[in-house]
């Protein structure tokens, strides 16, 4: 099993920029793909980026987030990140972390999810 901490959320202005962190422990990072998703009030749970296990590191994410977001992930250090540019209101909701033992980047079944970290983005 595999615990999740989410740490940097907060509230920024339109156009602003914020790095959400993923803090992992428990078992062996590596082997599990990472990612992130969101809900926004009201709204469904929807996927927002994802990286795969292992050394490769693929990464792939949702329209509304590419270019304008980036996922990484250090496994030295059981860390994985979300570094968020060009922030707009649209992108306001709770952000999870997300794990997937042996997934690829679109994490389709979860196997562990972290409590959320709120991002407000204000007009």
């Known amino acids: 099993q595999v615990q999740l901490v989410e740490s940097g959320g907060g509230l920024v202005e339109t156009g602003g920029s914020l790095r959400l962190s993923c803090a992992a422990s428990?078992?062996?990072?590596?082997?599990?793909?990472l990612g992130w998703f969101r809900q926004a009030s009201g709204k469904e749970r929807e996927f927002v980026a994802g990286i795969s296990w292992g050394t490769k590191s693929n990464t792939y994410y949702s329209h509304s987030a590419e270019g304008r977001f980036t996922i990484s992930r250090d496994n030295a250090a059981n860390m994985m990140y979300l570094q968020m540019e060009s922030l707009k209101p649209e992108d306001t909701a709770v952000y999870y972390c997300?794990?997937?033992?042996?997934?690829?980047?679109?994490?389709?079944?979860?196997?562990?999810w972290g409590k959320g970290t709120l991002v407000t983005v204000s007009s």
């Open positions: 428990g078992s062996t990072f590596s082997v599990y793909a």
């Open positions: 997300a794990a997937e033992l042996y997934g690829s980047f679109s994490l389709r079944k979860v196997d562990y």
